[in-house]
């Protein structure tokens, strides 16, 4: 037995649900045993491997170039296969957990440029004024030109009490300063809530992790008494995690009996649906799940799922359109295999590879109107879609309305919720 982790996820360290199941290594030798080319390929690479470490300028560490053939093996699939070094793996485990010592940032690579994307409230990092779109030049003295995430996390995270020195660059203040943080224990929260005008519960779901759901139907208890008046459900730029927690928070809107989602690959074992079981939730009244170009993965299942049932409205902008499932394998050297192994569809039987999901009512934040969006279908080598070209929204079919603004006319600052607040008012009157 070899654990299997499945996982739906934009992000970089990935949020992974894993079951011990059979990973049949022995499929994976017949078909190789099928196909005569892939000895011949193998031959050609135990032989470029020999010339290299024997002509090669200077003395090369086998193993390194080994690693870096695999990885570029993966890479040329599509852009969330990939090869994971034993540190890479042991980092993304962590992730897992919702739990680390380090200073409370989401960070990623900008240009090459180490940026940071936001702190994390109540964290060191937000507390010592991290911004973002702050630039990490240097970490303890160090330069981070032409570090990989990776690296970059390995040196920030650490030790609970233990001090870390970043160098940070202010593009709008054009200034350059250092920042001493002490690292602590960093608990992702994934969830939060409040009542929109003392009233309306609005619940907040940044990514899908292992106590996703458990913090979901918290936030509802404490609102119990506002329920009769609807419900928001905001998933924008939620970049995915856990399918079964993306299940999970489902079942908490649907009833018993309902299909979710299915996924479909090659391998049998990849054929999975997942029907929804009782679970104490909101089963009726009326719903808004506010999504965009940002909402990914597992928030698309949950999208999809309630729109697909008629259970929600889906207000917003398309979704990203990451509509595949990865299978991280753990290799015996400690390292990891995440490899794309099925695609997911809607209990509608849509596919959202590559094209999302599309509101129901449309609404374009006036403040993202000029900026350039990138979703599924702008990166290299992703899997096409053309199973959906001839299908048309479900609630565009129906006949339902779009809204589509223009600008802000109302000078609202957050134009989405408030248009989800102004709609559920409406339903409420009826």
Known sequence: MKKKYFFVSLILFVLVFYSVSNFHVSVGKKSFARNNSSYKDLSTFTEVLS????????????????RGAIDGMLRSL?????YMTPEMFK?????????FGGLGITITLRKSVLTIVSP?????????????????VKI??????????????????????SEVDITIYRRSTKKMFVLSIIREIIKIKSVKSRLIE??????????????????????LDKMDDFKKNGLIIDLRNNPGGLLTQAVAVSELFLPAGKLIVYTKGRV???????????RDGIKEVPMVVIVNAGSASASEIV???????????VLGEKTFGKGSVQTVMPLLDGSGLRLTTSLYYTPKDRMIQGVGIEPDIRVVDPSNRNKSVVREKDLPRHLRNNRNKSKKNIREKMGEKTDIASKNKDDVQDYLLERAVMFLKKKNQR
């Open 51 to 66: 010339l290299i470490e024997q002509n090669y300028v200077k003395k090369i560490e086998p193993k390194k170039v080994v």
């Open 78 to 82: 599509d852009p969330h296969s990939g």
């Open 91 to 99: 980092q993304m485990q962590v992730e897992t957990s919702g739990q």
């Open 120 to 136: 994390i409230e109540g964290t060191p990092a937000y507390r010592a004024g991290v911004m973002a779109k702050d630039q990490i």
């Open 140 to 161: 303890n003295g160090k330069s981070t030109k032409g570090i990989t995430i990776y690296d970059a996390v390995k040196k920030l995270r650490g030790r609970p009490g």
């Open 198 to 219: 003392g009233k309306i519960p609005y619940v907040r779901i940044r990514n899908f992790q292992s106590r996703t759901v458990k913090e979901v139907q918290s936030e």
């Open 268 to 278: 049998i074992d990849q054929n999975r649906k997942f029907i929804s079981k009782e």
């Open 303 to 313: 999208a999809g799922a309630l729109q697909d049932w008629q259970r929600a409205t």
